[in-house]
């Protein structure tokens, strides 16, 4: 069932939440770029191409420890960036349509794209979509939709937001007190670098478990809460504007698996997502995307396996260089929900610039 929500006569800005100094210092520089109109003398002569990565789309509810508050963004704030990126002559094509010929080379195309299949994409992203006429792409993960896969960054969550202490672990983290939301930040930031780099992905969701088992958090429970089921995916598939993509069958980082376990990853997600809904996925999106989880290895895995596109969240354009595979995709971050600050990320030359700065000597 979708919720309606009333079209905003304004931007409607989220509750402040709690900054680290990155997360300000980024701020800081989207405010830069902004405030120069990047985006107009930086702008490609090529035209553009451009996927953004959501996840959680949803009313805005501010806790005081929210250490996933960067994958939530309002309804409010899809509803102002898509009226501000078609007021600023962008067109909202499918994934497909980012590669098909376009009539004129300067063109500026944006695909949507939502990773794991949360429910309230179904909820309060389709009626935002629906409204604005927006094509979109949901990657989903069979696993969670069979509650049979651990969302393990949600569980932490819920469990360090619940107690007051986290036991040491052996070979792993120490006690870690949790009386203050500083303390449950810094184990949020302990466990997660403990889960996604000292353990390999198998040890990762069985030292979820046990600790999810320790503090009485149901695992299939949660994803029953937060991601539709296969029905819903269905219902959602139905609508003209939706494509489901695959996003693995487990959401492992598919780079720290053996090559034969990560293809079946990406070709049981395809298998099944294709029994449910009755086409098969072409587009693919590596869970976590980022470098140490998706390269060059996985993105001929996702050429191999048939899909016509793939895609990671490290940030970027689409360069129009034929390249399908490994393609960047810019995040709509839950803690810059402001439609102004983004324009400038869109531009190729900007990310060119980027790349050249870091570039040794």
């Known amino acids: 069932m979708t919720k309606e929500m009333k079209a905003p006569s304004a931007f409607a800005r989220p509750a402040a939440r709690r900054l ?7 701020g800081q520089g989207l405010r830069a770029l902004a405030l120069l109109h990047a985006d107009r003398w930086l702008e490609s002569r090529d035209g553009t191409s451009v996927a953004v990565t959501l996840h959680h789309v949803r009313p805005d509810d501010p806790r005081p420890f929210d250490p996933n ?24 094509v499918t994934v497909d349509g980012l590669f098909e010929a376009a009539p004129e080379t300067a063109d500026r195309r944006i695909a949507v794209t939502l990773d794991d299949g949360y429910r309230d994409n179904l909820e309060y992203a389709l009626p935002v979509f629906r409204r604005h006429g927006c094509p979109f792409t949901i990657f989903v993960t069979p696993g969670y939709c069979d509650r049979t896969a651990e969302l393990w960054w949600e569980a932490l969550d819920r469990i360090i937001a ?11 983290p120490p ?14 930031r302990v466990w997660s670098g403990y ?12 030292a979820i478990r046990r600790v999810a088992d320790d503090h009485g958090l149901d695992l299939a429970a949660l994803a029953a809460e937060l991601v539709m089921d296969f029905d819903e995916v269905r219902a959602i598939a139905a609508d003209p ?3 489901i993509g695959a996003h693995t069958m487990t959401h492992p980082a598919l780079k720290r698996l053996p090559e034969e376990v990560a293809r079946r990853e990406m070709r049981e997600s395809a298998d099944r997502i294709e029994a449910e809904i009755g ?23 996702a050429e191999q396996e048939g899909f016509v596109a793939s895609f990671t ?8 260089d034929g390249r399908r595979h490994g393609l960047p995709r810019i995040s709509l971050n839950g803690k810059y929900q402001d439609p102004r600050l983004y324009p400038a990320l869109f531009v190729p030359n900007v990310w060119r610039l980027a790349r050249w700065l870091r570039s040794p000597g």
């Open 20 to 26: 680290g100094a990155r997360d300000r210092l980024v």
């Open 69 to 92: 508050a960067h994958l939530s963004i309002t309804p409010e704030f899809l509803d102002s960036f898509i009226a501000s990126m078609k007021g600023n002559g962008w067109k909202f």
């Open 162 to 172: 619940g107690a007051d202490v986290l036991e040491a672990v052996p070979g792993g």
């Open 175 to 188: 006690k870690l007190p949790l009386r203050t939301v500083a303390e449950k930040e810094a184990a949020f």
């Open 195 to 206: 889960l996604t780099t000292e353990l390999d992905e198998f040890a990762q969701r069985a």
């Open 241 to 243: 504007l939706c494509r």
């Open 279 to 301: 086409y098969r996925p072409t587009a693919f999106a590596f869970p976590y995307g980022y470098s140490a989880a998706a390269g060059p290895r996985e993105a001929q895995l």
């Open 313 to 320: 969240t490290r940030p970027g354009c689409i360069e129009r």
